[in-house]
């Protein structure tokens, strides 16, 4: 199992987190039922770890993995993808509820209260984008994925401590 699972977190690993993914997607065209994905990262993390260093680098993405574990339901497939960046795969899951988990997550975050002197916020803040699908013949995997990248960057670019959906 420890092959599956990110070592610094203890969330599933990117291996993980492609697996399950290509698995939900393929258990939501049979039924038919919408699959989302939050896309997130925080906001200046290479700031963070140029001002800090990376001892407290990894427990700040302890802490901030540790909130995303808590947030998610028993079907949810929380995973680090990179190095400050997570994927949440919630299958069987409407826009709505994906968001409601995305804003959970994200003003979590933020109360932890994680100080950031090079961010504009003053503490560590996550930027979510967030996307939902049920499959179809016109639209794939690579596409989901997509979109929720380009929510992502939407948020970012919309001035970063914020939910965008695609």
Known sequence: MLAGTDGLTGLANRRTF???LQNEW???RRRGS???????DLDFFKQFNDHFGHPEGDTCL?????????ER??????ARVGGEEF???LPETELEG???????????????????????FGVVTTSCGVAV?????????????????????????????RIVSA
């Open 73 to 78: 339901r028993s079907t949810d497939l929380p």
């Open 87 to 89: 994927s949440i795969l």
């Open 133 to 161: 699908q049920v499959p179809a013949a016109t639209f794939t995997l690579e596409d989901l994925v997509r979109a929720a990248d380009l929510a992502l960057y939407a948020a970012k670019a919309a001035g970063r401590n």
């Open 26 to 28: 393929a258990r939501a």
């Open 98 to 120: 994906a968001l409601l988990i995305a804003e959970k997550i994200r003003s979590r975050v933020q109360a932890l209260q994680l100080g950031h002197p090079k961010s504009p």
């Open 34 to 40: 919408p699959l989302a994905l939050i896309t997130l």
């Open 62 to 70: 302890r802490r901030v993995s540790q909130v995303i574990a808590d």
């Open 18 to 20: 492609d697996e399950r």
